[in-house]
């Protein structure tokens, strides 16, 4: 698997897609002959997980770059792939259909900024800093700016903002490994984590980027196969993202027809957390303009801001390749994010369309509660009716779901093969553990070359540094699982909220790095603490009751952070002198993509 | 003006061009998402949901392979492209 392993990366992929695909005809042929639901979830799981875990172990390095930036020799499109697995998170492969199916256009927003933030990634910043060659994102701060205060303050940010995002994906793992596997979540969770660790710990950057791409392919064979299978099962259309116009109109129709009716306090009391009805249209436009916009430039600005994405195009082997990447990240992430909406579609109108077979409104309660899959998911608490008028008949305001249910029980309810479960089962998992993957790294790589050797032992031999990274990636692993088996918030909260912190602190600092010459070393640092304590405070005070103002949220508090970060750093950046002509000299190298890097290839 | 001056400003031209369009698809048209969504759109979809599940996104995967190019044949005119690489 050496030498010329990257000129066989298509042949190697190919093979392993292969594979996969054989395996899940394999699967499906078992449950034809009576293997049970639970050994075919457990095959998945154990399956995909022990292939990554393979993948892990024969990209195992001692060499610094190839463990902080897998040796800068990833291709264009395989870097694409593995950003677009780093990216999407079980958030995304779990919850994002759902939170379309309940919240409709409104809920949307988080699909155009989570697509859009790659215009400014690419634009802004992401050549630039390939071009500076860094190890980390604090790594371009802290030479940039100079001074060890600099270099710390960013190494601040991005642990809080990575960390909160990394509970939530460690959470996620947790969910699917006590589903799949059938043991307690408190477990799981550390299940997952040795997943999860298994791919990092021996190759670094280099095992990370490699099991991607393979937890990609899984992911989005496991996405795509139910849309297009429940699609055509449906007669809704063979390429369901150009055929569906109908069953949105029929779905709007619906809703006319029922009325979106106000269950009384009382009533809710009965549904059980985390439930929800549909009370929001489905494809009409539900919100403000300012309530989408502000969501969507938050989530914008926080993708530009994340530094588990950022260090995917240190990778790459030039600038012009990090350029082009980010355009296959995005085509990588629209495949899966243009067909959410799809699912959330069919999902709906099979549900609530009273002339389909598999349709529940209108019919009568009892009839429903004898439903095979409702009794199932109604078990594992993620569905539930009540008849709250007490006419016998099932109204749409009677029927609650969770969110985890649109992509997790819609092949059921469609009526496919039990292995089609199993198969989403292991895209979910492959989604939480690549991105938990990215961002534990991207935490341990700044402690451990920005702290640790930058600051505290600049005279620290490699083996020794990239022992304590790897003893670090196991602290901060065993810190993230220990949270998120306190199950403190919920997964798409603290996804939205990472994001906030990550653009209240880094995003000015770092874009004006690149295009603003006179930002110096005072400004910067007063940008970050001022931006990331006043995102901060801003979601404390809203929290305990706030009112907020200008109608930002909790959700978006990131706007009012990066707006301070970027007053305080340019009035501080001009209160102060100009940064010295060696500073002004490497922001016009970084500007040019030819020549050498600003860092050496070793540092 | 140097050759890297000139260089930046063009690449700085791109850039503002690029955040242009970008501002269109990303903010611009929602400002105005009620009344575009009267409107009927690509594949029968009202239009501004269709922008939101299909248009904008792809908007954006086009606009950075565009950027992408165009970027390269300014680093190209000024002599500034990497060699001997992807």
């Not at chain 1, 298509?10 to 594979?19: A, E, L, S």
């Not at chain 1, 809710?268 to 969507?296: D, M, Q, R, Y």
């Not at chain 1, 429903?368 to 009716?385: H, R, S, T």
Request: aromatic share 14%.
């Amino acid at each position: 698997m050496k030498g010329n392993f990257i000129d066989n990366l298509p042949k190697v992929y190919g093979i392993y897609t292969g594979g996969f695909l054989a395996f899940i005809i394999i699967m499906s042929i078992a449950e034809q002959m009576g293997m049970t639901a639970k050994t075919i979830g457990i095959c998945f799981v154990a399956f995909t997980v022990a292939i990554y875990a393979i993948i892990g172990y024969l990209s195992r390095t001692a060499q610094a770059d190839a463990y902080y930036v897998a040796g800068r020799q990833v291709p264009t499109v395989f870097n694409g792939m593995a950003t677009a697995a780093d990216w999407m998170s079980g958030a995304s492969f779990v919850a994002m259909a759902g939170g379309i199916y309940f919240k409709g256009y409104g809920y949307m927003a988080l699909l155009v900024g989570w697509t859009g933030g790659y215009v400014l990634v690419a634009s802004l910043l992401a050549p630039y800093l390939r071009k500076f060659g860094c190890y980390t994102v604090p790594d371009f701060i802290g030479t940039r700016y100079g001074g060890n205060l600099s270099r710390f303050m960013a190494v601040v940010v991005l642990t809080v903002a990575s960390f909160t995002y990394v509970t939530a994906q460690i959470n996620a793992t947790g969910t699917i490994a006590s589903v799949a596997l059938d043991i307690p979540f408190q477990y799981a969770v550390y299940v997952g984590l040795v997943s999860i660790l298994l791919c990092s710990m021996l190759g670094g950057m280099r095992g990370v980027t490699w099991t991607q791409v393979a937890q990609y392919i899984v992911l989005i064979i496991a996405y795509l196969l139910p849309v297009f299978w429940i699609s055509n099962k449906m007669g809704a259309g063979f390429f369901p993202h150009f055929m569906l116009a109908d069953e949105v109109s029929r779905i709007a129709e619906l809703e006319a027809q029922f009325g979106f009716v106000k269950n009384s306090a009382e009533n809710l009391k009965e549904v059980p957390k985390g439930l929800a009805g549909i009370t929001k249209a489905h494809s009409a436009v539900n919100a403000t303009p300012w309530a989408f916009i502000s969501l969507a430039l938050a989530m914008m600005m926080g993708t530009a801001s994340l530094p588990h994405v950022m260090m995917r195009y240190f990778t790459t082997p030039s600038v012009k390749a990090a350029r082009k990447s980010v355009g296959w990240s995005l085509f990588f992430i629209f495949l899966l994010y243009s067909s959410a909406p799809m699912l959330a579609t069919l999902s709906k109108l099979s549900l609530i369309d009273p002339t389909l077979p598999t349709g529940i409104i209108g019919k009568s309660i009892t009839e429903v509660q004898a439903i095979d899959w409702y009794q199932n998911w109604n078990q594992a608490n993620l569905m539930f009716v009540s008849d709250f008028n007490g006419n016998g008949t099932l109204e749409l305001n009677e029927f609650f779901m969770g969110g985890k249910a649109v992509v997790l029980a819609t092949p059921e309810i469609a009526g496919l093969p039990y292995v089609i479960s199993g198969l989403v089962a292991a895209g979910g998992m492959a989604a939480a553990m690549s991105t938990a993957d990215g961002l534990i790294l991207a935490i341990a790589n700044a402690i451990s070359h920005d702290v640790y050797y930058k600051i505290i032992d600049p005279k620290a031999e490699t083996a020794k540094r990239l022992v304590v990274a790897r003893v670090l990636l196991v602290v901060i692993g065993f810190a993230g699982a220990t949270i998120a088996a306190l199950e403190i918030q919920g997964i798409l909260g603290s996804v939205i909220w990472a994001f906030d912190f990550a653009m209240s602190g880094l995003f000015f600092p770092l874009v004006l790095g690149v295009w603003w010459k006179r930002a110096n070393k005072e400004g910067a640092v007063a940008g970050m603490f001022l931006g990331l304590v006043s995102g901060a405070a801003y979601l404390v005070w809203v929290r305990t009751g706030g009112s907020g103002f200008l109608g930002i949220t909790q959700l978006t508090f990131g706007i009012f952070g990066s707006a301070v970060s970027l007053v305080a750093m340019v009035v501080v950046s001009l209160m102060t002198s100009a940064p010295n002509a060696a500073t002004q000299k490497m922001v016009d190298e970084v500007r040019i993509p030819s020549g050498k890097s600003i860092l050496g290839k070793q540092h | 003006m140097s050759k890297q001056e000139q260089h930046w400003e063009k690449s700085r031209g791109l850039l503002f061009m690029t955040l242009a369009i970008w501002f269109v698809f990303s903010i611009g048209i929602f400002l105005f998402g009620a009344e575009m969504n009267e409107v009927t759109g690509p594949f029968g979809y009202p239009l501004t949901y269709w922008f939101t599940c299909q248009g904008s996104l792809g908007a954006f995967v086009i606009l950075i392979f565009w950027f992408a190019n165009r970027q390269e044949k300014i680093d190209e005119e000024f002599g500034f492209s990497e060699r001997g690489d992807d």
